[in-house]
T-cell receptor, first 117, second 110 residues
Framework: AQSVAQPEDQVNVAEGNPLTVKCTYS??????LFWYVQYPNRGLQFLLK????DNLVKGSYGFEAEFNKSQTSFHLKKPSALVSDSALYFC???????????????WGLGTSLAVNP | EPEVTQTPSHQVTQMGQEVILRCVPI?????FYWYRQILGQKVEFLVS????????KSEIFDDQFSVERPDGSNFTLKIRSTKLEDSAMYFC????????FGPGTRLTVL
């Protein structure tokens, strides 16, 4: 079965320090991986995705993620955290079992990131 | 930048009542989705829609749920007879490739 795991419910980091939000996946074949962010009382905002190509993917707001096939991971990173980065972060993988582009996303449980001033 | 919009932002209804949640997709998007997020829980897929047909639906999407594009622009989710456990945030997403989400409708069933 396809699945995504975010092993940490919460990550705390000091402003200016690097941050990592972890994600591992279980998918047969080549995964399409995504990160979304959810600010309080807001929708899900797309941050970045990995489809193919370079393992290091750059996205919005200075975030990047590294695809590691051997470790089946897709950790989200940022070199220097901002207080405004505090939010809920979701990792997702696209379902590979349906044809075409109309494939649902399978979600992790989310990780709450708190950046302390 | 084009956005997915959803109305209403918050809907309060009595158990057993019908609700219709509306979504306006990004204009050139062809694939549509509804997800829901019960407070404090993970995001769950409900249904995907393409070319005026349901492509896939989850076990949550039972006979009480339906979707349509009544006028070729809005994409709606109808719950015929709401239950307490339908209380959640409902997100519409649209895509050509990457899924972009609306701000959600918070449904509260009393």
């Amino acid at each position: 079965a396809q699945s995504v795991a975010q092993p940490e419910d919460q990550v705390n980091v000091a402003e200016g320090n690097p941050l990592t939000v972890k994600c591992t996946y279980s998918v047969s074949g080549n995964p399409y991986l995504f990160w979304y962010v959810q600010y309080p009382n807001r929708g899900l905002q797309f941050l970045l995705k990995y489809i193919t190509g370079d393992n290091l993917v750059k996205g919005s707001y200075g975030f990047e993620a590294e695809f590691n096939k051997s470790q089946t991971s897709f950790h989200l990173k940022k070199p220097s955290a901002l207080v405004s980065d505090s939010a809920l972060y979701f990792c997702a993988v696209r379902d590979i079992y349906n044809a075409g582009n109309n494939r649902k996303l399978i979600w992790g449980l989310g990780t709450s990131l708190a950046v302390n001033p | 930048e084009p956005e997915v919009t959803q109305t209403p932002s918050h809907q309060v209804t009595q158990m057993g009542q019908e609700v219709i949640l509306r979504c306006v997709p990004i204009s050139n998007h062809l694939y549509f989705y509804w997800y829901r997020q019960i407070l404090g829980q993970k995001v769950e897929f409900l249904v995907s829609f393409y070319n005026n047909e349901i492509s896939e639906k989850s076990e949550i999407f039972d006979d009480q749920f339906s979707v349509e594009r009544p006028d070729g622009s809005n994409f709606t989710l109808k719950i015929r007879s709401t239950k307490l456990e339908d209380s959640a945030m409902y997100f519409c997403a649209t895509s050509t490739d990457t899924q972009y989400f609306g701000p959600g409708t918070r449904l509260t069933v009393l």
